[in-house]
């Protein structure tokens, strides 16, 4: 059994910046890859961010590159998603996921577990 828990949604202003955890706890896939999706009412789960085990590589949406970084922290078992200068349409419930190795880090269908999900609202 895996655990996700995401904490640090909130609302904010557009421009500001936001950080998310993701702390994982359980039995836990070896050499895991982390990813983080966003989804709105009406619309399908979307991708936002993946980090394999190792952190040497890191996966981004058109819409966030360069405004949102992810990061681990293996030690902690904890992922993070660094959102900077966020707009409106960054308005989502943000989701943690984790999956085996291998595959598509983009796609929802391929991760195995996730989290409850944290709300991120940016408003003015």
Do not use: H
Not at 33 to 59: C, D, H
Request: aromatic fraction near 10%.
């Amino acid at each position: 059994q895996v655990q996700l828990v995401e904490s640090g949604g909130g609302l904010v202003q557009p421009g500001a910046s936001l950080r998310l955890s993701c702390a994982a706890s359980g039995r836990t896939p070896s050499s895991n890859t982390m990813g983080w999706f966003r989804q709105v009412p009406g619309k399908e789960r979307e991708f936002v961010a993946a980090i394999n085990w190792s952190g040497g590589l890191k996966y981004y949406a058109d819409s966030v590159k360069g405004r949102f970084t992810i990061s681990r922290d293996n030690a902690k078992n904890t992922a993070y998603l660094q959102m900077s200068s966020l707009k409106p349409e960054d308005t989502a419930i943000y989701y943690c996921a984790i999956r085996a190795p291998g595959g598509n880090p983009r796609a929802p269908g391929s991760y195995d577990n996730w989290g409850q999900g944290t709300q991120v609202t940016v408003s003015s």
